[in-house]
Nanobody
Framework: QVQLVESGGGLVQPGGSLRLSCAASGSISMYTMGWYRQAPGKQREVVAAISRGEVHTNYADSVQGRFTISRDDAKNTVYLQMHSLKPEDTSVYYC????????????????WGQGTQVTVSS
């Protein structure tokens, strides 16, 4: 079992950038790591996922080319670099850890953080 703690959320103007971090309580090397988001009244969205060994990455169409997921297994940390932010990116962002890639990209993570709010507004 692993505990996940997100940080780096906040208020940013449209067109701005933010970097989210997720610190794990133990080794993440065995997990596919991901970032999900869910806004009030909207469906959960798998924003990005990165497999063990960084072999595969996957992005939602809505963030492709603007967001980058990365991982540092030595630090047990995952990042989400977000550029060109839009008001529609406003949401709570959750860090996730999943044993299987197919479950991760389907939105069925095994472990979740508590979430961090990202608000894009002028």
């Amino acid at each position: 079992q692993v505990q996940l703690v997100e940080s780096g959320g906040g208020l940013v103007q449209p067109g701005g950038s933010l970097r989210l971090s997720c610190a794990a309580s133990g080794s993440i090397s065995m997990y596919t790591m991901g970032w999900y988001r869910q806004a009030p009244g909207k469906q959960r969205e798998v924003v990005a996922a990165i497999s063990r060994g960084e072999v595969h990455t996957n992005y939602a169409d809505s963030v492709q080319g603007r967001f980058t997921i990365s991982r540092d297994d030595a630090k047990n940390t995952v990042y989400l670099q977000m550029h060109s932010l839009k008001p529609e990116d406003t949401s709570v962002y959750y860090c996730t850890a999943t044993y299987r890639w197919d479950r991760a990209v389907a939105g069925n993570a095994d472990y979740w953080g508590q979430g961090t709010q990202v608000t894009v507004s002028s």
